[in-house]
């Protein structure tokens, strides 16, 4: 659930408990001068506080206070209820119950006491803070800037698949050189090289579906999320991947839940890849690195015990040597965060961009956007799959300038619903910075041809907006940019996700495969 830890509790609230000063010194005050009056005050009752108040109270303990004009009022009254399950009110009697999987995920729940048995709030301080949300908050929210996306790319030539592929479920595109490229299927649960004819030169079982690659000096590594539907159950795992005909696929880590993104780097200083994996789970999940050995096995080190990590990168950010990670948190406490090595394995967290629970974090990468030498970050907010999905003015692409010391002010911001990846790179070759983007809660009513955007850099971030004839024949999940055809120029290649949420006007489209996968060449070369 996006907004899952919504309202988690600072710890609980007694009321009507008087604050008292303490008595041995109380005592030995009016010993010491019997004419002087301790003065003693009650605690004010949370319920006499004004509901903004205590609303602002028990949500900034845990992540960035959500504004009642974030959401509309048809979507707080149906997320609210959801909320007072992690404080411990429940609807009725079988609520916890149903709440919880069965086996070992929801044993993995009850341990981290995500589901309290009993109240950690009181329910007249829950049911005044609901209200206050309900009232306050708008009937609709304002719609977004609306920018003129244009049909036509002039610097790219769409290739499609001769073949349809019906129901497709693509996780994952990634370009590993000209006419080789890999695509995972998590409804296939396959794994798959394919060339640029759309043919596949090899496959293998994936469960559910291989997430991420990461290709090492020696070996490449594949992080298989295990099952796509939101559990908490933990079966992914990292296979390394062999290099010659009869090596063996080595599990090298296990038990992970719905792994979605890693990093490998020598964390420690001893000569080895370790690795990160951001384990986005559904209730719980965890960021942490994995310490490898001379004998080539991992060990699991938590640097944040919280689910909705969502990307994570292993970068020496400060220059002193050691290498420190900086990932993104999309559920719950959104935001960016950066874990400082300190040293013999040890790490220091420090948040350095925070997004309130309704954004939807999808996305982000690092890039010198401003050419000082130091990485900036490329975001995107529009993850809109845990309610009925609305057009939100705040979702869209942002771009923070790093000021180099690694904290980051926004530049810029392009509204987009729904968007999931933004790829910025000079792909026209005229020496500044453009950026392709999808988005998978596009507004499919109004304007489905944000489903992939080309921003053409004019000079100073201004953009010119485009996109492709039947850009919305797939629903793009995955993305990827890189030179597929070996002519110098940076190509795009889109991989089409279905499931579930159905718009009529395209659904038929998607589940026929009529667009399940495309290449964009890249023509600037030409």
């Known amino acids: 659930m996006r907004i899952a830890l919504f309202f988690l509790a600072l710890g609980l609230i007694i009321l009507g408990q008087a604050c008292k000063p303490n008595d041995k010194n109380s005592q030995k005050e009016e010993r010491a001068n019997p004419k002087v009056e301790v003065k003693k005050e009650a605690l004010q009752d949370p319920l006499e506080k004004p509901a903004e108040m205590l609303a602002k109270t028990y949500c900034t303990g845990c992540h960035l206070y959500p504004d009642p004009n974030q959401l509309d009022k048809a979507t707080w009254k149906t997320i609210l209820p959801r909320m007072g399950h992690f404080f411990g009110i429940y609807e009725s009697d079988s609520s916890r119950e149903n709440l919880l999987e069965g086996g070992r995920a929801g044993a993995i729940v009850e341990r981290n006491n995500v589901f309290p048995k009993s109240p950690t709030i009181d329910t007249l301080i829950f049911d005044k803070i609901k209200t206050y949300y309900i ?8 719609k977004a800037e609306v920018i003129k996306i244009k049909t036509g790319l002039n610097n790219f030539k769409l290739h499609r ?53 990461h290709e090492g000096q020696q070996y490449s590594y594949a992080l298989v999320i295990g099952t796509f539907n939101p559990t908490d159950m933990d079966l992914g795992f990292v296979m390394r991947l062999p290099n010659t005909a009869g090596e063996v696929t080595k599990i090298v880590a296990k038990d992970l839940q719905r792994p979605v993104h890693m990093d490998m780097g020598d964390l420690d200083g001893d000569g080895l890849d370790d690795m990160v994996i951001a384990e986005y789970g559904k209730n719980t999940g965890s960021l942490g690195w994995w310490k490898q050995d ?82 900036d970050i490329i975001y995107t907010a529009g993850d809109n799959a845990d309610y009925d999905p609305i057009p939100k003015p705040y979702h869209g692409i942002r771009v923070y300038i790093n000021d180099g010391t690694n904290h980051y002010k926004e530049s810029f911001f392009y509204p987009l619903n729904g968007a999931y990846k933004a ?15 999808i988005s998978f ?62 718009f009529s006007r395209f659904f038929e489209k998607w589940s026929d495969g009529t667009l399940p996968f495309a290449w964009l060449e890249n023509t600037s070369s030409n």
């Open 294 to 375: 001379p004998s080539g096995n991992f060990k699991k080190n938590i640097l944040r015990n919280k689910p909705g990590a969502t990307k994570a990168y292993i970068r020496d950010l400060n220059n002193n040597g050691l290498k420190d990670i900086i990932a993104l948190f999309g559920q719950g406490d959104e935001g960016i965060f950066i874990y400082h090595n300190q040293g013999n394995g040890k790490f220091a967290e420090e948040p350095v961009l925070r997004f309130p629970p309704t954004y939807g974090s999808s996305y982000f990468d690092l890039y010198d956007f401003n050419g000082d030498g130091i990485e």
């Open 423 to 437: 790829i910025p790179a000079d792909f026209d070759k005229d020496g500044d910075i453009d950026i392709a983007a």
């Open 135 to 142: 009232d306050t908050a708008p009937d609709k929210l304002p």
């Open 441 to 502: 809660f596009p507004d499919y009513e109004s304007s489905p041809e944000e489903s992939f955007v080309y921003l053409e850099n004019k000079g100073d971030m201004n953009f010119d907006a485009f996109t492709f004839s039947g850009s919305a024949d797939g629903r793009w999940m995955a993305m990827d940019a890189g030179d597929m055809d070996g002519d110098g120029d940076l190509d795009i290649l889109l991989g089409s996700m279905i499931f579930g949420t159905d």
């Open 161 to 213: 698949p001769a073949n349809k592929t019906k129901n497709p479920m693509h996780l994952m595109v990634k370009i590993i050189g000209p006419d080789r490229w890999y695509i995972s299927d998590a409804g296939r649960s396959s794994f798959s090289i394919m060339n640029n004819q759309f043919k596949v030169q090899k496959t293998a079982s994936s469960p559910e579906g291989t997430v991420w690659v």
